[in-house]
């Protein structure tokens, strides 16, 4: 089966409330996690990374958070707009392997 | 798309025929992914190549071959498609031995009948 997981394969929230989309792993030795978006229609485009020696990270509107003692992993998104409709992927790697493994994804829907 | 092409775009075929997909970069990236996505599987990694001439197995090989005779192009064959291959194929291109941050092409919309 597949190493990363999602909880949630749908998520509906309200323009300007914060979403947070979470992801279970299982593979201990991975070391690097990515957050995805991909719109409809095209191919998944990076949002931000994290390094297992890091628990949280920024980036403009969104957060992610590490929790390696649980193997958890969350995106959240603050103040969504109507262009963060789309599917989230969380993926996860080794420091000596260059695939990913991606999870089933979460899709997020803006209501206004 | 960070000047990734594929074509062709879309692509209705007839099982047992031969279909070759193709993925042409111009960012001089080393790493070149093939990838199917299927609903509740995410993307899948086919094959992948690590330089011209290149490759190896991913997680979801069977059927599928790949070649690379030059930086630019990593070309994906179903050497005779069945059903199970209608998929979205998508190529990526990585710079980073890591290979983390992959840049995504619009992908290829394949139907066998």
């Known amino acids: 089966g597949e190493s990363v997981g999602l909880h949630l394969p749908t998520l509906s929230v309200q323009e300007g409330d914060n979403s947070i989309i979470n992801c279970a792993y299982s593979?201990?030795?991975?070391?690097?996690f990515i957050w995805y978006k991909q719109e409809s229609g095209k191919g998944p485009q990076f949002i931000i990374d994290?390094?297992?020696?890091?628990d949280k990270r920024q980036g403009q509107r969104v957060t992610v958070l590490l929790n390696k003692t649980v193997k958890h992993l969350s995106l959240q998104i603050a103040a969504t707009q109507p262009g963060d409709s789309a599917v989230y992927f969380c993926?996860?790697?080794?420091?000596?392997?260059?695939?990913?493994?991606f999870g089933a994804g979460t899709t997020v829907t803006v209501r206004a | 798309d960070a000047g990734i092409t594929q074509s062709p775009r879309h692509k209705v075929t007839e099982t047992g025929t031969p279909v070759t997909l193709r993925c042409h970069q111009t960012?001089?990236?080393?790493?070149m992914y093939w990838y199917r996505q299927d609903p509740g599987h995410g993307l899948r990694l086919i094959h992948y190549s690590y330089g011209v001439k290149d490759t190896d197995k991913g997680e979801v090989s069977d059927g599928y071959s790949v070649s690379r005779s030059k930086t630019e192009d990593f070309l994906l064959t179903l050497e005779s498609a069945t059903s199970s291959q209608t998929s979205v194929y998508f190529c990526a291109i990585s710079e980073s031995v890591q290979g983390h941050e992959q840049f995504f092409g619009p992908g290829t919309r394949l139907t066998v009948l």
């Open positions: 994290i390094r297992s020696n890091m």
């Open positions: 960012e001089n990236h080393r790493y």
């Open positions: 593979n201990s030795a991975s070391d690097y």
């Open positions: 993926a996860e790697t080794h420091s000596n392997d260059y695939k990913l493994s």
